[in-house]
């Protein structure tokens, strides 16, 4: 599995992969959730010109991704959840909201090899390190939070849980480091740098070019 970047500037080049990803949300997000909407596709107001998609994809078949929106402007925490975050929404350029991070049914939980779930979030990592980012803001159910700490991130929650769609719901802020990378690679045998930038001008940090994760 690779995972690609798309931004505003290639966007054009994966039109066909987005309608299928959009479909897939639908299907994750509203479907599984015993919902529906008439188009079939689940797109909501935080899929703007400034939101950035990582896909992990094989050939052209999407196997997990996320979503990362910019803290400037409008995200799920500052418009939808504030009282989540005791100190107010975080509005800071170099941090990023992640949302919508999912794997396909078939490929969740899988033992042989580096899971799905862990290529994706060190994707993130990687990502946020390659553009200079700080920290993500995450808003999830309570149960995720143990999980991402056992893989290695370091979050922090923004507030007390709060009971959403009778759902414990929180919100964390997640460092953007070298050691948040390194860990999830060999906590979870991530080979590496996992990121396609296709039709972008690759943007590397040193780190990820340096700190190759122990076997």
């Known amino acids: 599995m690779d995972v690609h970047v798309i931004r505003r500037d290639n966007r054009h080049l994966y039109s066909e992969i987005l309608e299928d990803y959009f479909r897939l949300r639908h299907q994750i997000y509203v479907v599984e959730r015993f ?30 991704g996320m979503r990362l929106v910019p803290t400037t402007g409008p995200t799920l925490l500052s418009d939808l959840f504030p009282k989540l975050s005791l100190d107010g929404p975080i509005r800071r350029s170099d941090v990023y909201e992640l949302s919508r991070i999912f794997v396909v049914p078939n490929r969740r939980g899988e033992h042989a090899g580096p899971r799905t779930e862990a290529v994706i979030q060190a994707a993130a990592i990687e990502y946020g390190l390659s553009m200079g980012l700080s920290a993500f803001t995450i808003v999830l159910e309570s149960w995720w939070l143990p999980r991402l700490l056992d893989q290695g991130w370091v979050a922090r929650p923004l507030g007390l849980p709060l009971d959403i769609e009778s759902m414990s719901t929180v919100a964390v802020m997640v460092d953007v480091n070298e050691q948040a990378w390194t860990e999830i690679c060999t906590r979870r045998s991530v080979p590496g740098p996992m990121l396609v930038w296709q039709g972008l001008s690759a943007v590397e940090h040193p780190a990820i070019r340096d700190l190759v994760p122990a076997a």
């Open 35 to 64: 919902l529906d909407r008439p188009d079939k596709r689940e797109i909501d107001q935080f899929d703007t010109d400034e939101t950035v998609y990582l896909l992990g994809l094989e050939g052209r078949s999407i196997v997990a």
